[in-house]
């Protein structure tokens, strides 16, 4: 197949792994063609080429997405932005660190701070995120740490380890990783959970 490179965006995917349905959180957007759905088996380098924004699950087939650098490369050097939800493994981007999980965390260490301002978390008290159903650790139980120049957005207990973060990459375009469950899973509350679902989906399009 032959990529090219300079075709026109013209949608926004989200990626979902091969045993995974769009989150009904997200069904509205993908109804009104705000987003395409895709698995990340189907996922080719001409979807990524054509795509304005890409938002993955944290169920991702990493080795998969390495696979399709090139394309992750072009999407990044056009301007794209990118929101990972999950544990990173693979460096599809330069820069990029793998996941480090927390040793053996006690409940202060799951608390969460909200440490600069950003458009996903619009609207949302970053705190009351730390425990669903009075348990804590679906935000986030580590960190990718975050290469030189980011911004880190939401930082996980006494240490505040930036689990969430942004990064203008060197090649253009923007990465936001959170390193924890679908951040529209996290809350106790749908409305909750839709409203950073919409933030996201704003965020990835504008």
Do not use: C
């Not at 909200?114 to 949302?124: D, E, K, S, W």
């Not at 970053?126 to 009075?134: E, I, N, Q």
């Amino acid at each position: 197949m032959t990529d090219q490179p300079n075709s026109p965006a013209s949608t926004t995917i989200l990626v979902l792994s091969t045993e995974r349905a769009i989150p009904p959180v997200l069904d509205p957007y993908e109804r009104d063609g705000t987003l395409v759905a895709l698995m990340d088996h189907d996922l080719s380098e001409r979807d990524i080429d054509r795509s304005t924004g890409l938002i993955t699950t944290i169920h991702l087939d990493q080795i998969r997405f390495h696979e399709l650098r090139p394309a992750i490369d072009r999407f990044f050097r056009r301007g794209g932005r990118l929101f990972f939800n999950g544990h990173p493994v693979r460096r599809f981007v330069d820069g990029l660190t793998p996941f480090v999980p927390l040793d053996s965390p006690r409940r202060r260490d799951l608390d969460l701070s909200a440490l600069t301002a950003h458009p996903v978390f619009a609207g949302i008290d970053t705190p009351s995120l730390a425990t669903r159903k009075g348990v804590a650790g679906f935000f986030g139980r580590g960190h990718a740490p975050p290469p030189p120049g980011a911004a880190a957005v939401t930082g996980l207990g006494p240490n505040r380890w930036p689990v969430d973060w942004t990064w203008d990459t060197p090649a253009g375009g923007t990465l936001f990783i959170h390193a924890g469950n679908d951040l529209w899973s996290v809350a106790d509350d749908p409305a909750v959970n839709a409203r950073l679902a919409g933030n996201i989906i704003q965020w990835v399009t504008s």
